[in-house]
């Protein structure tokens, strides 16, 4: 079973910058593709950014100029690097991944609130 992991969500005032974290219990490199979703309340979740294994990215145009997605082999993560966040990025972040079996994974989550 492939786990992923979440960190670095909280709290920001708007204009700040977060950077979230995914960790894989199988390297980074097995999976397809990887990406983040978010999901605010009462709304659905949405793709915020994918990088696959070709590194070739896609984000929301709301994401567009201000994400960042990458992959660090060294610690095998996905990060999302976010600036000039605005309160309507406020949301829980999910991390996914697929696998070239076509198995996908998804993590448990992590809220990132951006307020002043």
């Known amino acids: 079973q492939v786990q992923l992991v979440e960190s670095g969500g909280g709290l920001v005032q708007p204009g700040g910058s977060l950077t979230l974290s995914c960790a894989a219990s199988r390297s980074i490199f097995s999976f397809a593709a990887m990406g983040w979703y978010r999901q605010a309340p009462g709304k659905q979740r949405e793709l915020v950014a994918r990088v696959d294994s070709g590194e070739g990215t896609n984000y929301a145009e709301s994401a567009k100029g201000r994400f960042t997605i990458s992959r660090d082999s060294a610690k095998n993560t996905v990060n999302l690097q976010m600036n000039s966040l605005k309160p309507e990025d406020t949301a829980v972040y999910y991390c996914?991944?697929?696998?070239?079996?076509?198995?996908?994974?998804w993590g448990q989550g992590t809220q990132v609130t951006v307020s002043s």
């Open positions: 996914t991944g697929r696998q070239f079996s076509g198995s996908a994974y």
